[in-house]
């Protein structure tokens, strides 16, 4: 399988010359089955837009696109109204939560209500495509039982969940918005055991870390300590706080690769094969 950023900014979408190698876009990340011709979308930030535009011109034929939220943050769901599949009256599209510590009454709601009149010139329901709402709780199988995905609880205000995606081509783990407050999180070192791929948020130094105790997100230190413990192979880092520019980032990615060498810090339009 494939993976590919389109989206790898966190809390807020930005703009300016100085955060254009990695990109400005909030989180969304595609899964591409080559050999099936097949994707899954991961959250719905402003990257969504672009990769929207890229199934329309691709033509795209997908009975079902499914999008998996790892939460619903504004940074994770902002681009969907964007989302030109979604305005296609062909289309189906699924909105999947996962996970049995969920409390989601009505998943519907969260994106009909950001979609109401004051918000937005278009309603949910006359977008156009058909929508399914779907709530899993523990691991489940798609695409004919050919795709497993688990998820993960996350420390995190207001809850958050990270997956474990494996094929027969290999094990992909996405774990953003997520903090390690008491010490690395065994769940997520269990999660991401021998991954072929861990994505991990990253949004701060271990300096800024300290500042941010219960903000809800990740050091790179962190990260690596994950990719490390649970014997992740490659690692890539997400999740980039806004006031990072690139020669930060850049500097951040050059830090981690002395400590794992495998590490990259994701970049908007990066793709890698697990
Ligand atoms: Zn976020
Ligand atoms: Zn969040």
Same mark, same amino acid.
Request: charged letters at 25%; aromatic letters at 12%; a negative charge.
């Given at each position: ?9 966190? %809390? ?18 595609? =899964? &591409?089955?080559?050999? $099936? ?5 991961? #959250? @719905? ?9 890229? =199934? $329309? ?9 499914? =999008?998996?939220? %790892? ?25 999947? $939560? ?11 709601? =969260? ?14 329901? /006359? ?41 027969? /081509?290999?094990?992909?783990? $996405? ?9 690395? #999180? ?13 994505? &991990? ?20 230190? &962190?990260?690596?300590?994950? @990719? ?9 880092? /997400?999740? &980039?706080?806004? #006031? ?31």
């Amino acid at each position: 399988m494939k993976v590919k950023f389109y989206g790898v900014r966190g %809390s807020i979408p930005i703009c300016g010359r100085e955060f254009q190698r990695y990109g400005g876009n909030t989180t969304c990340l595609r =899964i &591409h089955r080559e050999d $099936v011709n097949r994707i899954v979308i991961i #959250d @719905a930030g402003t990257g969504i837009r672009n990769l929207g535009k890229e =199934i $329309v011109n691709m033509g795209l034929k997908q009975n079902v696109i499914n =999008i998996l939220f %790892s939460h619903f943050h504004w940074d994770h769901l902002q681009g969907f109204p964007f989302f030109a599949p979604a305005y296609n009256k062909n289309q189906r599209i699924g909105i999947l $939560v996962m996970g049995k510590e969920r409390k989601i009454t009505n998943l519907k709601e =969260i994106f009909s209500l950001q979609m109401q009149k004051e918000y937005f010139p278009v309603e949910l329901d /006359t977008m156009g495509a058909q929508f399914e709402f779907l709530t899993y709780g523990d691991k489940e199988t798609f695409y004919g039982a050919h795709v497993t995905v688990t998820p993960q609880f996350h420390m995190f205000p207001g809850g958050s969940y990270g997956f474990r995606i494996e094929d027969t /081509t290999g094990s992909l783990v $996405v774990c953003t918005d997520l903090e390690h407050i008491n010490g690395i #999180d065994e769940n997520i070192i269990n999660l991401a055991k021998n991954a072929d791929l861990l994505i &991990h948020d990253g949004q701060y130094t271990a300096d800024e870390y300290k500042k941010h105790r219960g903000w809800g997100h990740s050091c790179w230190e &962190h990260a690596v300590e994950v @990719a490390t413990l649970a014997k992740a192979k490659r690692l890539i880092v /997400t999740h &980039h706080h806004p #006031d990072h520019n690139d020669n930060f980032l850049d500097f951040m990615e050059k830090e981690c690769q002395k400590v794992f060498s495998n590490s990259l810090f994701a970049k908007e339009g990066m793709e890698v094969t697990v």
